[in-house]
């Protein structure tokens, strides 16, 4: 049983260099908020298999991509896995937590998701377009996407990347979710500017977009964020489920928001340790 102050493993990179965001201060402001209600430690994602046995629940936030770290990364999950150990968010995710086979199966579905295909034979299947975006099926962060003609498609879908229509979208947004509660919504309305954000009030239809990709996903208690885009229709399209470890761009919100968010999130924390 928990003692009555759990101990938390809080898994963060500091020191991972993000294109336009800065992991490290959300999470030490993330960790300074926590220590009110828990005992803490912190530590970087290759060391948590070795010290995750003494703690009574494992909270992965801003850990970087896991390519990075593939061999510790699998390493952590199957043990986490054979003993049982609580980890935040949990290990069932089927989004981004596995890589991007998702975005295949929710468009093959027939889900409101940016069309996606991962073989030449199948480009019958996307809308025509100048250039496609290709990325790794186990990609992050943007790692390795690129955007081609389609005369270099053949040479690049092997398998082990996906294939989609660029989109001339309107902006990109993105919903916050801790377990299946709605957070607060951001938005970037420059689209050369993915971080460049702004608080941004979804309609009903958004919340009901968003919140259908939180119900299909597996994930109980954790936090969610949910990239979108507006395309030329007006409709939302999925960009991704980011299940894993979400940069929460808190410095955005203000000093109320954050507290709202830091609230819900030590509630989703002792729920999850008091199961």
Same mark, same amino acid.
């Given at each position: 049983m928990p003692s009555p102050r759990p101990r938390l493993l809080y898994v963060s990179d500091l020191a991972y260099q993000a294109r336009d965001r800065r992991y490290c201060d959300e999470d030490i402001f993330l960790t300074s908020r926590l220590r009110e209600d828990f005992h803490l430690a912190l530590c970087h994602p290759? #060391?948590?298999?070795? %010290?995750?046995? *003494?703690?009574?629940? @494992? !909270?992965?936030?801003?850990? &970087?991509?896991?390519?990075?770290?593939?061999?510790e990364y699998d390493a952590f999950r199957a043990k986490a896995t054979a003993s049982g150990a609580?980890?935040?968010?949990q290990l069932t995710g089927r989004a981004d937590m596995a890589g991007k086979q998702y975005l295949l199966d929710l468009s093959a579905a027939g889900h409101p998701v940016i069309p996606t295909v991962d073989?030449?034979? #199948?480009?019958?299947? %996307?809308?025509? *377009?100048?250039?496609? @975006? !290709?990325?790794?099926?186990? &990609?992050?962060?943007?790692?390795?996407l690129t955007m081609v003609t389609a005369?270099?498609?053949?040479?690049?879908?092997?398998?082990?990347?996906?294939v989609q229509p660029r989109i001339d979208f309107?902006?990109?947004?993105?919903?916050?979710?801790?377990?299946?509660?709605?957070?607060?919504?951001l938005h970037a309305p420059y689209t050369d500017r993915r971080w460049d954000l702004e608080p941004y009030e979804p309609t009903d239809g958004d919340l009901e977009f968003a919140r259908g990709f939180i119900d299909w996903n597996t994930v109980e208690h954790g936090i969610q964020r949910v990239d979108a885009c507006r395309a030329p229709g007006g409709e939302l399209l999925l960009v991704e489920l980011e299940d894993l470890n979400p940069y929460l761009s808190l410095d955005v919100l203000d000093e109320a928001g954050r507290d709202a968010f830091v609230a819900a999130f030590k509630e989703s924390l002792r729920g999850f340790l008091d199961r």
């Open positions: 290759r #060391d948590t298999a070795a %010290l995750m046995d *003494t703690f009574d629940a @494992v !909270v992965v936030r801003n850990s &970087g991509p896991v390519l990075g770290y593939q061999a609580r980890v935040y968010n073989r030449l034979a #199948d480009l019958h299947r %996307l809308p025509e *377009t100048a250039e496609y @975006v !290709v990325k790794p099926k186990f &990609g992050a962060d943007s790692v390795g005369d270099r498609l053949p040479a690049l879908t092997d398998g082990t990347v996906l309107a902006y990109e947004v993105s919903f916050y979710f801790v377990d299946h509660d709605f957070q607060y919504a």
